[in-house]
């Protein structure tokens, strides 16, 4: 069975840094798509960063290059580092990935690491 899990998350003040990691486990042939999301309370999930199946990386607009997604094919690991954070960016991030698993293809979320910027 598939599981992701995110890690990293906690409280930082305005301008602190956070990086978060999600590791994917089980039979995993391929991993197809990679993006991080979010969900701030009383808002809907909003998609923050990924890769392009062509391995670029995409950044929501508004994150003005302060996030940076990477990842180790490796260790089946996407990390993604947050700079200059602000009390807006507190919500609870979320990791998907489209892949290939011993059940075939499917997408996978983890179950969420929280983040909370004080100001």
């Known amino acids: 069975q598939v599981h992701l899990e995110e890690s990293g998350g906690g409280l930082v003040q305005t301008g602190g840094s956070l990086r978060l990691s999600c590791v994917a486990s089980?039979?995993?042939?391929?991993?197809?798509?990679i993006n991080w999301y979010r969900q701030a309370p009383g808002s809907q999930r909003e998609w923050v960063a990924g890769f392009t199946t062509t391995g670029y990386t995409k950044y929501l607009d508004s994150l003005e290059a302060r996030f940076i997604i990477s990842k180790d094919d490796a260790k089946n690991t996407v990390y993604l580092q947050m700079n200059s954070l602000k009390p807006e960016d507190t919500a609870v991030y979320y990791c998907?990935?489209?892949?290939?698993?011993?059940?075939?293809?499917?997408?996978?979320w983890g179950q969420g690491t929280q983040v909370t910027v004080s100001s």
């Open positions: 089980g039979k995993i042939f391929s991993i197809n798509h």
């Open positions: 998907n990935m489209f892949l290939f698993g011993q059940r075939g293809r499917a997408d996978y």
